[in-house]
């Protein structure tokens, strides 16, 4: 009942995470990232209230709400002249993709607004077996629109190789666990320089995660990694910020140790 009435008024929140362009030395896009606060028991987690959607049938007017949310704030920055316009990335499940009308009211609302493609970019998100038939299909019919597809947290749980094999991703996030790590020894480092060949070698672009020094952002570079995502680029930000630009300059700070 509580989330049918944040839905109602509105005031279920978006925030804006900034990702990063490492070889245009500039935040090129967003994720969108819903939070939740109770007066009574302070921030709801997004997997439980997600999770709380699905068993409810309310997960379509969710994902109907952040998609509104999120082409309000790119039709915003396209009529106050910002060009290019930002991509901005909404997570999906594969359940809330396949969910009946789910397809058709993303690529609506995207024709409606007549926004460029690749502005909005969809995560997809899995804690269980992909139906791969589907997926693809909503995939398939979404990307002839310029939506490109994501898949997130590659390379925990059920986001696996199989996923990569069977469908098709623009991007590949891996993630934040191994760019924390990657300094810790060699074995570790390995790995991430395999994870990134492996994304380049299906024509994949890399987006990773969990970036919050230097030295990561500067080896990523080294590697030919194309986006960073973490504390080092920015924190969730509101809408203001990102309409005002802010949100898009959390590195000027740095600068000097990027150059």
């Known amino acids: 009942a509580r989330l049918r009435d944040v839905l109602a008024t509105k005031t279920l929140e978006v925030r804006y995470q900034p990702i990063y362009d490492i070889a245009e030395g500039a935040v090129r896009g967003y994720e969108a990232l819903v939070r939740w606060q109770l007066p009574d028991r302070g921030a709801v987690s997004p997997a439980e209230f997600i999770k709380l959607a699905e068993e409810t049938s309310l997960i379509v007017p969710v994902g ?21 316009l930002p991509s901005i990335a909404v997570n999906l499940s594969a359940r809330q993709l396949v969910e009946p009308g789910m397809a058709r009211q993303i690529v ?35 990307r002839a629109h310029g939506i490109p597809f994501a898949l997130d947290d ?37 790995i991430v320089q395999a994870i990134v ?5 299906i024509g994949a672009h890399v987006v990773m995660e969990g970036v919050e020094t ?4 500067e080896r990523l570079r080294q590697m030919g990694v194309r986006y960073a995502q973490g504390y080092l680029i920015g924190q969730a930000a509101p809408t203001a910020a990102v309409l005002s630009g802010e949100a898009a300059r959390g590195l000027q700070a740095k600068e000097s140790a990027l150059a």
Not at 108 to 137: F, N
Not at 214 to 217: A, H, M, S, Y
Request: aromatic share 8%; glycine share 4%.
């Open 64 to 84: 109907e709400y952040v998609l509104d949310r999120v082409i309000e704030v790119l039709v915003a920055l396209r009529d106050a002249g910002v060009s290019p």
């Open 214 to 217: 230097v030295e990561q952002l």
């Open 108 to 142: 609506q609302r995207i024709d409606q607004a007549k926004l460029p493609a690749g502005t909005l970019k969809l995560e997809v998100t899995e804690s269980r077996m992909l139906d791969y038939a589907p997926v693809a299909a909503v995939m398939q019919h979404c």
């Open 154 to 190: 590659f390379g925990t749980g059920y986001s696996n190789l199989t996923h990569l094999h069977k469908l098709d991703f623009e991007f590949v996030k891996v993630d934040q666990a191994f760019a924390r790590h990657m300094f810790d020894s060699e074995r570790a480092m390995a």
């Open 197 to 201: 060949a492996m994304a380049h070698g």
